[in-house]
């Protein structure tokens, strides 16, 4: 990518270059051997001038084909489902989603979709590339169909919606206005759509959340000029799940404008910091790593991207002895690059790990809970904190 994917432009801020990163943090592996030879990609994160998106000048569309053995449902934890179930019932109260249709663009296996289809009555239709039937909801209100979006076909719905889909495109703008032309007129369709936020990764230092399957990273500036640009009127946006998501609401808006660039002065400063802070933080996890290793077995919670990405960025993370991860579909498979198993919670009986360390802040209180429900007298450690 030589231009910006969003808005075209060229001018750019370098971020940061890392070197061979797993391509796939959401896919495991049968095997240790398959696990250790799986594909790796190069980053090379730039900010664009203009739009002020971040992106990935390396990324290969050619290493990423999505199929049904894409893991990332985080439908497992219930911290993550009563986040979700609050969303869905937002807007349907907001938009008065009731007795319609309601669309999930890149709906994997149909979760959130069935709970917008529950609290407003509706009927839904999911569309997912990567959708595995076996894992559908039973839910007779929702059909997923495994291939991508029809901007085809006229598409008269209560609600169009995306969670973190736009992240992994190589040109968001495509999809927006393909879905916006979808709409008959006059439509009233309300639209939701959430991605990781980049400032959180940026001011936070959440490096973790940089991963090869997201080529781009949004601001809210961004994502709204981005939904205004396509043809949509924006009539909310914010943050949510510990400001480590952005979502963007919208209704259909006057078509075929062009936006004067958004205000992304504040970004660019966080922006040339991160290059700097990512070496910090990973030169202070791999130090404190080795002390704990010389004192127990330690074992990472969440095998998600998070996780994978942890156990490929900090050389000690070698050292680490399992992924635990509460998704039964995980175990006994084993982590891209690195190659730990993935276990259930209850193997770390045996295990009997000194230290666990929690990808996530948001989990700890139900992370903290299973170690003593276990039995178990391991040191629980928030990995987000900043040195
Ligand atoms: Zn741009």
Same mark, same amino acid.
């Given at each position: 990518m030589d231009h910006? %994917?969003?808005?075209?432009?060229?001018?750019?801020?370098?971020?940061? /270059?890392?070197?061979?990163? $797993?391509? @796939?943090?959401?896919?495991?592996?049968?095997?240790?051997?398959?696990?250790?030879?799986?594909?790796?990609?190069?980053?090379?994160?730039?900010?664009?001038?203009?739009?002020?998106?971040?992106?990935?000048?390396?990324?290969? %569309?050619?290493?990423?084909?999505?199929?049904?053995?894409?893991?990332? /449902?985080?439908?497992?934890? $219930?911290? @993550?489902?009563?986040?979700?179930?609050?969303?869905?019932?937002?807007?349907?109260?907001?938009?008065?989603i009731h007795n319609t249709e309601v669309v999930e663009v890149g709906s994997g296996s149909g979760d959130f979709l069935s709970m917008v289809c529950e609290f407003g009555d509706n009927t839904g239709v999911g569309f997912d590339p990567s959708h595995d039937?076996?894992?559908?909801?039973?839910?007779?209100?929702?059909?997923?169909?495994?291939?991508?979006?029809?901007?085809?076909?006229p598409v008269d719905a209560g609600l169009v919606c995306s969670r973190h889909v736009l992240?992994?495109?190589?040109?968001?703008?495509?999809?927006?206005r393909g879905i916006r032309s979808s709409f008959p007129a006059g439509a009233r369709t309300a639209s939701y759509h959430e991605v990781p936020d980049a400032t959180y990764m940026l001011e936070?230092?959440?490096?973790?959340?940089?991963?090869?399957?997201?080529?781009?990273?949004?601001?809210?500036?961004?994502?709204n000029w981005l939904m205004t640009t396509a043809g949509f009127e924006v009539t909310d946006s914010g943050r949510s799940f510990g400001d480590q998501y952005l979502w963007v609401e919208a209704i259909p808006g006057e078509t075929g404008r062009t936006c004067e660039p958004p205000d992304i002065g504040g970004l660019t400063r966080a922006a040339s910091e991160f290059g700097d802070g990512l070496r910090r933080v990973v030169s202070h996890w791999n130090a404190k790593l080795e002390h704990m290793l010389d004192t127990g077995p330690v074992v990472i919670w969440g095998s998600g991207s998070k996780g994978v990405q942890f156990l490929?960025?900090?050389p000690a993370g070698s050292g680490i002895s399992a992924a635990v991860d509460v998704n039964p579909r995980k175990h006994g498979q084993f982590v891209p690059k690195t190659s730990q198993p993935v276990i259930s919670p209850e193997a770390l009986v045996?295990?009997?790990?000194?230290?666990?360390?929690?990808?996530?802040?948001i989990y700890t209180p139900e992370i903290a809970a299973s170690i003593v429900e276990l039995g178990l007298g391991a040191e629980v450690h928030d990995i987000t904190f900043q040195p």
């Open positions: 910006c %994917p969003s808005c075209s432009n060229q001018d750019s801020i370098s971020i940061v /270059s890392i070197e061979s990163i $797993p391509v @796939f943090c959401n896919v495991l592996w049968p095997t240790a051997q398959q696990a250790r030879a799986s594909a790796s990609g190069d980053m090379e994160l730039v900010m664009c001038r203009s739009c002020g998106l971040l992106y990935n000048t390396r990324f290969d %569309p050619g290493l990423v084909a999505y199929s049904p053995n894409y893991e990332n /449902s985080l439908h497992f934890s $219930p911290a @993550f489902n009563q986040f979700a179930e609050g969303v869905a019932r937002r807007l349907v109260e907001r938009y008065d039937p076996d894992r559908k909801p039973a839910d007779d209100r929702i059909t997923v169909h495994a291939k991508p979006y029809p901007t085809e076909h992240e992994h495109l190589t040109s968001p703008l495509e999809l927006l936070e230092l959440a490096i973790w959340d940089l991963i090869y399957e997201h080529p781009l990273y949004y601001s809210e500036p961004t994502l490929n960025l900090v045996d295990l009997a790990p000194a230290h666990v360390l929690v990808m996530n802040p």
